[in-house]
């Protein structure tokens, strides 16, 4: 089974700056075809697509970060990060860290969505979250 692990999470002000990263481990495919994924979700609201990077390093951002967050991974070390700034309290909630193969019409717990739609990522693995707070 598929392993991640994330790290990162913290409590920072306003206007500051953090560095998410993740771990993959017990991997059924080279890492390099996994899409790797950044989902975000606040006690009470639905899991929020934050950010995706593909296989190929291309990259998709949904709109309340983009310009802010930047995805990147080392397919060496298996890690994805998500260098995120200018953070607001919008920001604050705990992130999680994704791995799939899939793109298609995904349902259920493994749909990752950066936009509204039919078309998701499929993530089989999920991280269990680091908690980002932002505080004014």
């Known amino acids: 089974q598929v392993q991640l692990a994330e790290s990162g999470g913290d409590s920072v002000q306003v206007g500051g700056s953090l560095t998410l990263s993740c771990v993959v481990s017990?991997?059924?495919?080279?890492?390099?075809?996994?899409?790797m994924g950044w989902a975000r979700q606040v006690p009470g609201k639905e899991r929020e697509g934050v950010a995706v990077i593909k296989g190929d390093g291309s990259t998709e951002y949904a709109e309340s970060v983009k310009g802010r967050f930047t995805i990147s991974r080392d397919n060496d070390k298996n890690m994805v990060t998500m260098e995120m700034e200018s953070l607001t309290p919008d920001d604050t909630a705990v992130y999680y860290c994704a791995a799939g193969l899939q793109w298609g019409m995904i349902t259920g717990s493994r749909a990752f969505r950066i936009t509204p739609g039919p078309w998701a990522y499929g993530m089989d693995s999920w991280g269990n979250g680091t908690l980002v707070t932002i505080s004014s």
């Open positions: 017990s991997l059924r495919a080279p890492y390099n075809v996994y899409n």
